[in-house]
């Protein structure tokens, strides 16, 4: 766990911005951690999913690490995982009844997903890690440097599900603008399948490793 | 350290506040939601015609295309017909009723009341069937169209709310429905066979019975029965009604 940090510290210090930006690839709770693959792999087959996954996730973790950290000084240790659920199940139900009010179409497809959200182990893992201890503006930028880490993988990995697969784009039918299937190239129909999305994590995974060797493990 | 009190009425605040916070967004939002219900159940009865329908134009092509409702009651006699945007008989209008009521009423013995979609596309007049299921985790609806015959099926179009993703939530999906055009439910005889949803898929039936099968979703068993039950339960409602008319 990291200490307190001084009062008297900028907004964006550089300390701060670590924050922010290491969980988007040193310590990328995907690639890193390898937390939250589950879902990782279920909602990817199409873009517009994955982005609501991503900002569903930005949300519920941005705001209950901020609302952990707040309450962590009351928060009675022998019940604090009962709170940290609590306040998870909270944002969660919320997202879910504001899909249901303003994406219908997209709360239908992600369907048990969204409720899902609730057993994904990255947000209790910085509740755990970083909101019990640390004050709500740093908790607010490790949740959302979290989210997104966790985000901007997931819209990779739909982004070339969908387009390798389905050959669209948010349901844009990309490479038939382009006129490629009268070349004679056919939708790979095993990239909508979950397998090929832990194949491209991996993919992902491996580029890293092979841009920042010293995150390549010993044995 | 916190005492065993502190505990109790902690845990009691946080969930009284919570409990606050959640109903009163489910009551701001539910106006929405149920417009959002509504327009889905359209596109459904839509796509069971084969029309695709946006949430923004399925009202409109639901008017231009569905010109009667029915409200059929136990003993195949219309008791509720809606026209053209008019309630011309009856009380209630037959797209309004609520199949898990009058479902539990059949149960129950107690009168009951089925809604029949009339649609005139190009000439034809296609009868729409709304029905209401229980898949693995919750319930399934689908719509089923048949041709002026009452016999074979045009189209077909299932939706659920928490069936598993890519396993039992493939109902929704046009490989699965699609299946069901050409289907017929009833055999040469005029009997009663509905349509089965089969593991291994029709060809797995004698040859007589394909005409009544489509393939199962594997690893949807128990989503695909609740398929074919479905569609068994709610086209038996329907039975006297077409002896009546044909």
């Known amino acids: 766990m990291s200490a307190e940090i001084k009062e008297t510290e900028p907004l964006f210090s550089p300390k701060n911005r670590k924050l922010l930006s290491i969980p988007l690839n040193r310590d990328n709770p995907i690639t890193m951690q390898v937390l939250g693959v589950c879902s990782a792999l279920a909602v990817t087959a199409k873009l517009e999913p994955s982005v ?35 306040v998870i199940a909270t944002l969660v139900i919320l997202v879910d009844q504001f899909l249901l009010a303003f994406a219908y179409d997209v709360s239908r497809q992600l369907s048990v997903f969204v409720g899902l959200i609730i057993t994904n182990c990255i947000i209790m893992g910085r509740f755990e890690a970083f909101g019990m201890a640390n004050k709500p503006w740093p908790s607010f930028l490790d949740g959302i440097g979290n989210a997104l880490g966790y985000g901007w993988i997931l819209i990779a990995v739909g982004f070339f599900r969908e387009l390798l ?22 939708n790979n129909g095993m990239m909508i399948l979950p397998p090929m999305a832990l194949i491209v994590v991996g993919i992902i995974i491996w580029v890293q490793r092979s841009r920042e060797r010293d995150l390549i493990e010993e044995n | 350290m916190f005492s065993n009190r502190y505990i109790f009425i902690y845990s009691t605040v946080m969930v009284i506040i919570v409990a606050a ?5 489910a009551i701001l939002l ?11 159940n359209i596109q459904g009865i839509l796509a069971a015609v084969n029309i695709e329908a946006t949430s923004d134009n ?82 399934l609806y689908g719509n089923v169209a048949f041709g002026p015959d009452f016999n074979k099926i045009v189209g077909a179009d299932f939706s659920h709310d928490k069936e598993t993703p890519g396993l039992g939530a493939e109902i929704s999906d ?22 089965m949803v089969v593991k291994g898929g029709p060809s797995t039936l004698p040859p007589a019975m394909e005409i009544h099968g489509v393939d199962a979703i594997s690893g949807g068993t128990i989503t695909s029965n609740g398929v074919n039950d479905m569609i068994e339960n709610c086209l038996e409602n329907y039975m006297l009604y077409i002896q009546n008319n044909n």
């Open chain 2, 58 to 139: 399925a009202e409109e092509l639901y008017q231009q295309f569905v010109k009667t409702e029915l409200g059929i009651d136990q003993y195949g006699q219309v008791t509720s017909v809606y026209r053209n945007g008019m309630l011309e008989e009856g009380e209630v209008r037959p797209f309004d009723i609520d199949l898990k009521k009058e479902h539990y009423n059949k149960r129950m013995g107690n009168p009951f009341l089925s809604p029949l979609f009339i649609a005139e596309i190009e000439g034809d007049t296609l009868y729409i069937i709304p029905m209401r299921g229980v898949g693995l985790w919750g319930p």
């Open chain 2, 21 to 25: 916070v959640l109903s009163s967004t």
């Open chain 1, 165 to 186: 697969g389905s050959g669209t784009l948010w349901g844009y039918p990309v490479l038939e603008k382009i006129g490629l299937y009268s070349t004679g190239y056919e």
């Open chain 2, 30 to 40: 539910q106006p929405r939601q149920e417009k959002n219900k509504t327009i889905a």
């Open chain 2, 174 to 195: 046009n490989t699965f429905s699609d299946q069901f055009i050409g289907k017929m439910i009833f055999d040469d005889a005029g009997k009663f066979n509905s349509v």
């Open chain 1, 52 to 86: 609501v996954m991503a900002l569903s996730v930005v949300f519920v973790l941005g705001v209950g690490n901020v609302v952990i950290s707040l309450l962590r000084k009351t928060i009675p240790p022998r019940i604090r995982i009962i709170v940290q659920l609590t």
